[in-house]
């Protein structure tokens, strides 16, 4: 019994593997991407993610800091967000405004997984890539 539950599994995971879905990465770390929308006269949105996993597998929340700018004038947003990633899609959704400079309003992201330090997002008629630049979990940032 035990050999068929191994065999099983095996071919499960192999199973994923060949179908381009791998096992679900952890998500934990800081991840950067720019959503800058000129047609839309945005010139550069740089949005730095802090993520946590979460308790079951998927699952992670964390921060989000979002520096705009938009007819030369600059605007800034820190909010926090839940998310979850599964089957190589990443969804994250904002939950409440921390701070905000300037009229802009937090929106949710999906992109999917390409590899364990990318996600690739459409957003404005192109794709955008956000980047782990650490997988590290966040430090609390302190009050300046």
């Not at 060949?18 to 740089?46: F, K, V, Y």
């Not at 955008?128 to 979990?137: D, G, L, N």
């Amino acid at each position: 019994m035990k050999g068929l539950v191994a065999v099983v599994v095996g071919l499960a995971i192999s199973g994923c593997t060949a179908l381009g879905i791998a096992p679900e990465t952890p998500m934990q770390g800081t991840w950067t991407g720019n959503m800058g929308c000129e047609s839309n006269g945005i010139e550069s949105q740089d949005i730095t993610f802090r993520f946590l996993d979460g308790s079951y597998n998927g699952s992670f929340y964390g921060t989000a800091e979002n520096n705009i700018i938009e007819g030369g004038r600059r605007g800034w947003m820190r909010y926090t967000v839940e998310g979850a990633s599964l089957f190589g899609q990443v969804t994250i959704k904002p939950k409440e405004l921390l701070e905000r400079k300037g009229n802009y309003y937090a929106m949710a992201l999906t992109a999917r997984k390409s590899g364990p330090d990318k996600l690739i997002a459409p957003f404005c008629g192109k794709d955008i890539v956000f980047s782990r630049i650490s997988a590290e979990p966040p430090v609390k940032k302190t009050q300046n």
